[in-house]
């Protein structure tokens, strides 16, 4: 009773620090096991087929996928490049059929095997979820990404260097960080490196035009918000920005082959 009594007077403060590092030091294969209540998601990926699901590659009209860029066996969505001579910077998207705006988005992924051949440097075990992304009809033929936040995936590239995942692009896009407008294309999250071929886990809450928030593992590693258009890609002549509340979702393919075995979304009230 006196252990009890000890435990129940240590001051919160004290005990979540604590706890938070015991969920850090949990393996994302662990964490991604703790879904919630599954009735609750919008299983955007159905685990058979890709159904609701239209690609976009540079170079190709909407909803043609010349190499089989994007295809689904053994229960994953897989991002391979078996058919290709070499990558010819065919950026590709893959874009769910309707837009959404204030949501939490669920995504597990890994990276497997070596990136293809004539892939940029930068993007060897580098993916990620476009966030707001524009109409993909509106995209343009040779266009290599749509306007829209990324919410990226890097994997380590086992030299003992940090890489972290989670963090954030904006092809086409702006985003506030804190007070200011942040400068660079893309800011680095404060996420762990992982190694390998391991499942993560990543959780994105998205509210509309406000705060935008990446996890990993159960640690928000990414904090921004007042996504917009940036002037470049609303074109000449105009100078008011436009603030982006909701759009598309679409998966990367940018050379290194990537696995999906889970992508949900839960609507949340704005």
């Not at 703790?34 to 609750?40: A, I, L, P, Q, V």
């Not at 991002?79 to 769910?96: K, S, T």
């Not at 928030?213 to 436009?242: C, D, E, F, W």
Request: charged share 15%; with cysteine; net charge negative.
């Amino acid at each position: 009773m006196a252990a009890l009594r000890c435990v129940i007077a240590t001051p919160l403060k004290l005990i979540l620090p604590l706890f938070s590092a015991l969920l850090e030091g949990l393996s994302p294969s662990v964490l991604a096991n703790d879904h919630g209540n599954k009735s609750e998601w919008l299983e955007l990926f159905n685990g058979r087929d890709l159904d609701q699901w239209t690609a976009k590659i540079t170079g190709q009209p909407l909803g043609q996928d010349r190499y089989q860029t994007f295809s689904v066996s053994d229960g994953l969505l897989k991002v391979r490049y078996h058919n290709y001579d070499a990558f010819d910077g065919q950026f590709g998207h893959l874009f769910y059929a309707q837009p959404f705006g204030h949501y939490e988005l669920l995504i597990e992924y890994r990276f497997v095997g070596a990136q293809l051949s004539g892939g940029p440097a930068w993007a060897e075990r580098n993916s990620g979820v476009m966030l707001h992304a524009q109409e993909p009809s509106t995209m343009t033929l040779d266009q290599d990404f749509p306007n829209s936040i990324e919410a990226q995936f890097l994997g380590g590239l086992s030299d003992n260097k940090p890489r972290p995942t989670g963090s954030v692009c904006s092809p086409g896009t702006e985003i506030m960080l804190d007070d200011a407008l942040a400068t660079a294309h893309c800011t680095y999250s404060s996420s762990a490196t992982y190694d390998g071929e391991q499942w993560v886990q990543m959780r994105i809450v998205v509210n509309g035009h406000d705060e935008i928030t990446h996890s990993i593992g159960g640690t928000t590693v990414m904090r921004y918000h007042s996504p917009q258009l940036s002037m470049g890609a609303l074109g000449p002549g105009n100078k008011t920005p436009l603030m982006l509340d909701r759009g598309y979702i679409a998966l990367q393919s940018e050379s290194h082959p990537v696995d999906f075995r889970r992508v949900a979304l839960r609507p949340i009230t704005p």
